[in-house]
C-alpha cells in the first residue's frame, strides 16, 4: 500500500509526524508538505509562481518533501513528480484544531489536499484533532500536542480501507477527533451549520491608519447529529463523508428559468 501524506500547518509541523508515525505499518508513506503554514488557503493553486521542491528530514530522521506552495501544489507535486505512481490513498493532516460545519469546509487547507486527491480519483481522509488550549504544553519553545488518540482512530480506519476498501463510490472522508475522545470510534455524522461566528476586529496603526484582523468565535447552535455538536458535546470522533459534487437544485433552476 502506498500513502501520500500532506498538510497545511507546513511540513515541520508535529501533526504530520505522528500521522505518518501512525500509518507507516501499512506500507510505504511518502510525506509531501508545504514549506511553511498554509492554515485558511483552502483548494488554491499556484499557478503564476514556480514552485521548489526540496528534502528535509523530520524529527525522526526519516525523509520528507518540502515545497514551496499551497497543500494542493503539495499534492499534485507529491502524485505527478515525487511519486513513481499514484497512491492508493492520501492522508492530509493531523491538523491542529477541528474542521467541522459547511461554513469553513472549502477555506480549510486539510481539506483542499484531500479534496485534491478525491479530484484525481484517490481515495483521501482529511485529519484534525480538536485541541483544548490547557492541553497544549511547551518544550523548549516547541509546542508539544498529545496525538495519540487521533493515531488511534486514523490507525482502524486505514486498516478498514486496507482490507474493505473504501465503501461505496465514497472517495473523501473528513475525519475529527478530540484529543482525549470517550471512544475511538467514530460517529458518522453530518456537517453542521459552521464551525466560528465570524468577526473582523478594527485596530490602529502608530500613525492612526486602520487595519482589520478577522476573527471568530467558535459557534455552538448545531443540530445535534452533526459533526460539530457531537465533537464538542459528546466528546467523540466525527466521520463524514463529503462529496466534490457541489450541484443542486438543478429542476428548481429549470423551472425558474
Same mark, same amino acid.
Given at each position: 500500500?502506498?500513502?501520500?501524506?500532506?498538510?497545511?500547518?507546513?511540513?515541520?509541523?508535529?501533526?504530520?509526524?505522528?500521522?505518518?508515525?501512525?500509518?507507516?505499518?501499512?506500507?510505504?508513506?511518502?510525506?509531501?508538505?508545504?514549506?511553511?503554514?498554509?492554515?485558511?488557503?483552502?483548494?488554491?493553486?499556484?499557478?503564476?509562481?514556480?514552485?521548489?521542491?526540496?528534502?528535509?528530514?523530520?524529527?525522526?530522521?526519516?525523509?520528507?518533501?518540502?515545497?514551496?506552495?499551497?497543500?494542493?501544489?503539495?499534492? !499534485?507535486? *507529491?502524485?505527478?513528480?515525487?511519486?513513481? +505512481?499514484?497512491?492508493? #490513498?492520501? %492522508?492530509?493532516? $493531523?491538523?491542529?484544531? @477541528?474542521?467541522?460545519?459547511?461554513?469553513?469546509?472549502? !477555506?480549510? *487547507?486539510?481539506?483542499?489536499?484531500?479534496? +485534491?486527491?478525491?479530484? #484525481?480519483? %484517490?481515495?483521501? $481522509?482529511?485529519?484534525? @484533532?480538536?485541541?483544548?488550549?490547557?492541553?497544549?504544553?511547551?518544550?523548549?519553545?516547541?509546542?508539544?500536542?498529545?496525538?495519540?488518540?487521533?493515531?488511534?482512530?486514523?490507525?482502524?480506519?486505514?486498516?478498514?480501507?486496507?482490507?474493505?476498501?473504501?465503501?461505496?463510490?465514497?472517495?473523501?472522508?473528513?475525519?475529527?477527533?478530540?484529543?482525549?475522545?470517550?471512544?475511538?470510534?467514530?460517529?458518522?455524522?453530518?456537517?453542521?451549520?459552521?464551525?466560528?461566528?465570524?468577526?473582523?476586529?478594527?485596530?490602529?496603526?502608530?500613525?492612526?491608519?486602520?487595519?482589520?484582523?478577522?476573527?471568530?468565535?467558535?459557534?455552538?447552535?448545531?443540530?445535534?447529529?452533526?459533526?460539530?455538536?457531537?465533537?464538542?458535546?459528546?466528546?467523540?470522533?466525527?466521520?463524514?463523508?463529503?462529496?466534490?459534487?457541489?450541484?443542486?437544485?438543478?429542476?428548481?433552476?429549470?423551472?425558474?428559468?
Amino acid at each position: 500500500m502506498k500513502i501520500l501524506l500532506s498538510n497545511d500547518d507546513g511540513v515541520d509541523a508535529s501533526g504530520i509526524l505522528a500521522l505518518k508515525q501512525a500509518v507507516e505499518e501499512f506500507g510505504e508513506v511518502y510525506v509531501v508538505a508545504p514549506s511553511n503554514q498554509q492554515s485558511g488557503i483552502g483548494h488554491a493553486l499556484t499557478l503564476y509562481e514556480p514552485l521548489r521542491i526540496n528534502k528535509t528530514i523530520l524529527r525522526d530522521g526519516s525523509l520528507a518533501y518540502s515545497v514551496s506552495g499551497t497543500p494542493t501544489d503539495a499534492v !499534485t507535486l *507529491g502524485v505527478y513528480e515525487i511519486m513513481d +505512481e499514484k497512491p492508493d #490513498l492520501v %492522508i492530509s493532516g $493531523i491538523n491542529t484544531g @477541528q474542521n467541522t460545519g459547511k461554513g469553513e469546509l472549502t !477555506t480549510s *487547507g486539510t481539506l483542499g489536499a484531500a479534496m +485534491e486527491a478525491a479530484s #484525481l480519483g %484517490i481515495p483521501a $481522509i482529511a485529519v484534525s @484533532q480538536h485541541i483544548d488550549k490547557d492541553e497544549v504544553k511547551f518544550d523548549e519553545g516547541a509546542v508539544e500536542i498529545d496525538f495519540s488518540s487521533t493515531q488511534r482512530v486514523v490507525k482502524n480506519l486505514v486498516k478498514k480501507i486496507r482490507d474493505n476498501g473504501m465503501p461505496g463510490d465514497i472517495k473523501l472522508l473528513n475525519l475529527n477527533v478530540p484529543s482525549n475522545p470517550d471512544s475511538y470510534e467514530p460517529v458518522i455524522a453530518g456537517l453542521a451549520n459552521r464551525m466560528y461566528l465570524p468577526g473582523v476586529e478594527k485596530r490602529l496603526d502608530p500613525r492612526g491608519k486602520p487595519y482589520y484582523w478577522i476573527t471568530g468565535e467558535l459557534h455552538t447552535d448545531n443540530p445535534v447529529d452533526t459533526d460539530g455538536y457531537i465533537l464538542q458535546n459528546k466528546n467523540l470522533p466525527t466521520l463524514t463523508p463529503l462529496s466534490l459534487d457541489m450541484t443542486y437544485g438543478l429542476d428548481i433552476l429549470k423551472d425558474w428559468i
